[in-house]
């Protein structure tokens, strides 16, 4: 046990060394942000604004809190924002695919390495 949690520390420092992965880590906002456009991606779903502050609880932010989120994403060129055909006051957000392997080697590095799993 002790063994797991010194290497999961050292992964846990050693990926914040990277821009891309403190964008995901630096909050547990930010965490559950791109964990559920990650999740909608992998599900070759279309997820919104709204959908995502429905999905993510009021404790861990509030919807300004994830618009500036979403707003940082989409600077930093890690999330694409698009208007929806169908209704045009909604924007999806989708990872680019340099994130989304980003997102993909953060998961396997912090949540699945020690189960001998790998992230979809």
């Given at each position: 046990?002790?063994?797991?949690?010194?290497?999961?520390?050292?992964?846990?420092?050693?990926?914040?060394?990277?821009?891309?992965?403190?964008?995901?880590?630096?909050s547990?906002?930010?965490?559950?942000?791109?964990?559920?456009?990650?999740?909608?991606?992998?599900?070759?779903?279309?997820i919104?604004?709204?959908?995502l502050c429905?999905?993510?609880?009021?404790?861990?932010?509030?919807?300004?809190?994830?618009?500036?989120?979403?707003?940082?994403?989409?600077?930093?060129?890690?999330?694409?924002?698009?208007?929806?055909?169908?209704?045009?006051?909604?924007?999806?957000?989708?990872?680019?695919?340099?994130?989304?392997?980003?997102?993909?080697?953060?998961?396997?590095?912090?949540?699945?390495?020690?189960?001998?799993?790998?992230?979809?």
């Amino acid at each position: 046990m002790q063994e797991d949690l010194t290497r999961f520390k050292d992964d846990f420092v050693s990926a914040f060394n990277s821009r891309e992965y403190s964008y995901m880590l630096i909050s547990p906002l930010h965490f559950l942000l791109n964990i559920e456009i990650y999740l909608a991606n992998v599900r070759e779903e279309i997820i919104n604004f709204e959908q995502l502050c429905e999905q993510i609880p009021r404790k861990f932010g509030s919807r300004s809190t994830v618009k500036e989120i979403l707003k940082h994403g989409v600077e930093f060129k890690y999330l694409v924002k698009s208007v929806r055909a169908e209704d045009k006051r909604l924007r999806a957000y989708e990872h680019t695919e340099r994130y989304k392997a980003y997102v993909r080697e953060c998961l396997d590095i912090l949540v699945f390495k020690n189960k001998n799993k790998k992230v979809a």
